[in-house]
């Protein structure tokens, strides 16, 4: 079936309030639903056939209603004629807007909000607003339920809706209220979290007198009820959660007639919650023979019995248990045992590996706490014992893989034997392949400091020479290869070798003395050392090599030029060298 949380649930999830009871609406007959929720371990406390309620209690104190969309049309005021209908008119026929919503909870649209009377408007205004402007006089338990909720959520009725009650007050339209919602009524006084209040709202309006006269809140045993709500919240916090309407109706009704109390019983819509009544004393002093017996002997199995057994009967002992023996248990479960959840030792159990993400961590808590409330563990030695078998291996030591060094590149070797492919395009030889002793290189390297200011500095970083600039050089420089004795008019060569070899630069000075030229194409191997070998034995020394025409920078382009040299100038260029000495 499409079903849908609806009506005071919606209300109360929105604004944060605690939810009392659960209200399901089905599109069809919610009356089959019946056998298949008792199979599922729902209680059937009642049911209302000519609207198709059915009324359950679920394990853990949890009150459901189930009932069928439908319309209602209102022929005399309290005399409905039900019609089943989609949810949407379902809304409609409620009582206030704020109660006017659901949640979808169906595939395709969990959690879908209907609010086709914009109730989250008035909830925000913290407004009671009718849906139907004859509301009041249609159904009359709606003044009833408009005191209850006054009471309980401190909102006010707007405008429009308070002149509607009023007038139906004064018109007398709570007299036509039905018997069945005139019970469930009554009913809900008990299972309001503060039952007196909402009685004493009802009475102050001078409802009671018309549904009830013999219940009044004279009639309650307001002492006893601020103590039973005092205990309510001490097991709300320890995490028992009992349900407190049997145990507020009991002592709502303290002072009334026995016959009126039953009076008030047999009108209660629920018959299961008048069975739940009944039976509240008889289980707390079942519960009293077990809370004093050997199986809660110690403050662990008391523990466990507190917080396994019915809630309603532990609620109901701990207001009426008188004996030193209960007392002293309660005192000690709302106040000494829960004390002993500061000293889990946090820092052992991080040291020792023991995290929410092992398992059975919540079973090591919970029986880590029934050690130290019953004193078995006082040492360090003792703690780190008990949680030595949950502590899991240590991780394996993390293995680094470390990459090798690449091998540095084994230099080449000076050779004199150079292949043809190693001769450039222009034939010019590097220095660092000349096969030069060190005097040969300091000579050599004087000359160009000689030069006056026209020797070029290195840079740091040289930037490509352009395409076009190279090929222009390269012209430029053709003549030059031809003849090679001749030296380039623009840089002058000075004889004096010797003295300048002492104030020589580093190596890498003469490698910025050679022309940046980017090769233009790939020369055959023949040709260029014919035209550097043939003139190379005439030439004095250092004048093969051609000066550049002007201050040039090293370029990159220039250094991959010069990676290969002839074989034939390397050897004249050692000997001329050598005469010189």
Known sequence: MTVFLAGGAVRDLSTGSSVRDLDFTV???ASKLKKSLEKAGAELWGEHEPTRTLFFWFPGSVRVEVSSARREEYPKPGKPVYHWAPILEDLRRRDFTANAMALSLNEGSYGLLLDPLNGMADIEARHLRLVSSYGFIEDPSRLLRAARLRARLGWEMDERTQTRYENAKNEDMIDSIPAHLKGYELEEIGHEEDGLRALKALESEGWMKHIFPAWTSAKADTHNLENLRENYYQLLIQGVHPDISAGQMELLTAKMQPKDIAALKKMFIRPGFVEQWNELEAEAKEFAKVFTGKEAATPSAAWRLLTSYQPEAILWLAHTGKSSAIQGKFK?????WPEAKQKVPA???????????????????????????????QTDEEMRAFLEPYSPPAPPPQITIRRSRKKAAEPKIKSEKHTDDEIDEEGMPRVEDLDLDAEDVDEAEGDDEAEEDEVVKPTVKAKPIPVPIAQKEAEVAAPVKSVPAKPAPSVPVKPAKAEAAKHAPKPAAAKSVVPAKKPAAKVTQAKPVKKVAAPAKKAPAKKAAPKPAAKKVVKPAAKKAMKKAPVKVAKHAKKVVKKKR
């Not at 820092?347 to 409330?373: C, G, K, N, S, V």
């Open 27 to 29: 599109q069809g007959n």
């Open 332 to 336: 000690n479960f709302f106040t000494v």
């Open 347 to 377: 820092a052992l159990m991080q040291e020792m590996r023991i995290t929410p993400e092992i398992e059975r961590y919540d079973e090591l808590l919970r029986e880590l706490f029934f050690h130290l409330i019953d004193g078995k563990l």
